[in-house]
């Protein structure tokens, strides 16, 4: 897939229509500061499409952007961020939940994980909650230059350990020197392609 045209359709406290609706989506769910906004405009080429910041829990709201005509990306809140309140905390884990639940436009979803360290409790969550719904999902590796290449293949079986997934089937990512975007927009070609009519 080749994205010619990537826009910032809204931001929604919870999930309901939006300007365009009834594209196929694909969601982006991830713990706070993983890079979920950074990979965005990455894989976009789009430096400000997404808004980035070095505080963590800063997408706090359901973000919608239009890919060319050809689906819509969702970026969730990101999870497992300890310094807010507990309201807070409970207000974004039902807003995801309900996207969950909601959408029937959903087709895939991309699971950011930093490939420097081993999954969190938060992210086990996530991908045990995406296996019980059976959401089709893809594991994306961020942060693939903080590393070397050398180091991946260790670091990778540990994210797959954790996830329950095969080496072939992550994908590192790194929004710094575009590593992973041909992957990634391959795996975009793919669901779209795959989408039942």
Not at 147 to 168: A, F, K
Request: proline content about 5%; aromatic content about 8%.
């Amino acid at each position: 897939m080749d994205i010619k045209r990537a826009t910032f359709i809204t931001s929604l406290p919870r999930y309901g229509d939006y300007e365009g609706m009834g594209l196929p989506e694909i969601a982006i769910a991830g713990k706070s500061n993983v890079g979920k906004s950074s990979m965005i405009n990455s894989v976009c080429t789009r430096s400000k499409l997404a808004k980035v910041s070095g505080t963590p829990g800063k997408t706090r709201l359901l973000n919608v952007f239009r890919i060319n005509d050809d689906f819509h990306l969702v970026d969730l809140p990101g999870y497992g961020f300890a310094k807010v309140s507990k309201s807070e905390q409970l207000r974004w884990s039902q807003m995801m939940e309900g996207y969950f639940a909601e959408s029937t436009l959903l087709l895939h979803v991309l699971h950011l994980v930093d490939i420097r360290h081993e999954p969190t409790g938060e992210d086990c969550g996530m991908n045990e909650f995406l296996r019980a719904t059976g959401l089709p999902f893809t594991v994306i590796a961020t942060k693939a230059d903080k590393i070397s290449r050398g180091q991946w293949q260790r670091h990778v079986h540990v994210i797959c350990r954790s996830l329950q997934v095969q080496p072939w089937e992550v994908i590192p990512y790194s929004s710094e020197n575009g590593t992973g975007r041909d992957a990634t927009l391959a795996l975009f070609s793919k669901v779209c392609d795959e989408e039942p009519d």
